[in-house]
């Protein structure tokens, strides 16, 4: 079945570096979608790229959908306390739900 | 607006019980999936609904069913519970298949 791979598992980085995560589907995807996971939260909608090659920016985050539409990447510069969460892709699989990534877990140290 | 809501918000359960988990979409979202998310894990699809009807349904054993009702929340029901139903479980609201989903807080099920 279709499947989304994140990595790295886990990131820990200095305030103020930068950061990025990587997304790969077995399978060409129609959208992807970001969400960020705050310690003890919800997935919480961060964006949706659509279009192949599409970067979408966000303040410090800028988003990157591959031009064959299996791969995403987010990268975060600067890095800030704020950023700490986990940072999922997810694609839009045959039912209309999303397979998500098993994330990326932010750590980020003052 | 409200966003989606969840009850309750903690449960625990013991092995065999039963459990209903309970949703309210965004106001104008028709289609409601839930999800289950394991700890260190990212969502898990259970089901979807769109206007009362399944539409989708992930890789879970007949113990998880759902039903959406005509003012689209919608409830999900665990039986026979086991030590591995012990999870978060989301529900997500669109307002249509492929669109943008919107995550409630969970209900977190610890089963003992």
């Known amino acids: 079945g279709q499947q989304v791979m994140q990595i790295p598992q886990y990131q820990h980085v200095q305030e103020g570096e930068d950061f990025t995560t990587y997304c790969n589907s077995s399978?060409?995807?129609?959208?992807i979608q970001w969400y960020k996971q705050r310690p003890g939260g919800h997935p919480v909608f961060l964006i949706q790229?659509?279009?192949?090659?599409e970067v979408k920016k966000q303040k410090r985050l800028t988003f990157q959908f591959g031009e064959a539409k299996k791969n995403s990447s987010l990268h975060i510069t600067a890095t800030q306390t704020t950023d700490v969460g986990t940072y999922f892709c997810?694609?839009?699989?045959?039912?209309?739900?999303?397979?998500f990534g098993k994330g990326t877990k932010l750590s980020v140290k003052p | 607006d409200a966003g989606v809501t969840q009850s309750p918000t903690h449960l625990i359960k013991t092995r065999g019980q039963h459990v209903t988990l309970r949703c309210s979409p965004i106001?104008?979202?028709?289609?409601v999936s839930w999800y289950q998310q394991v700890l260190g894990q990212g969502p898990q699809f259970i089901f979807q609904?769109?206007?009362?009807?399944?539409?989708g349904r992930g890789n879970f054993p007949d113990r998880f069913s759902a039903r959406q009702f005509p003012n689209y929340s919608s409830e999900l029901n665990v039986n026979a519970l086991l030590l591995g139903d012990s999870a978060l479980y989301l529900c997500?609201?669109?307002?249509?298949?492929?669109?943008?989903?919107?995550f409630g807080a969970g209900t977190r099920l610890s089963v003992l």
């Open positions: 106001s104008g979202h028709k289609s």
């Open positions: 609904y769109y206007e009362k009807e399944e539409r």
């Open positions: 399978t060409t995807l129609s959208n």
């Open positions: 997810a694609g839009l699989g045959s039912q209309g739900n999303l397979i």
């Open positions: 790229l659509v279009k192949s090659g």
């Open positions: 997500a609201s669109s307002l249509d298949r492929g669109y943008i989903q919107y």
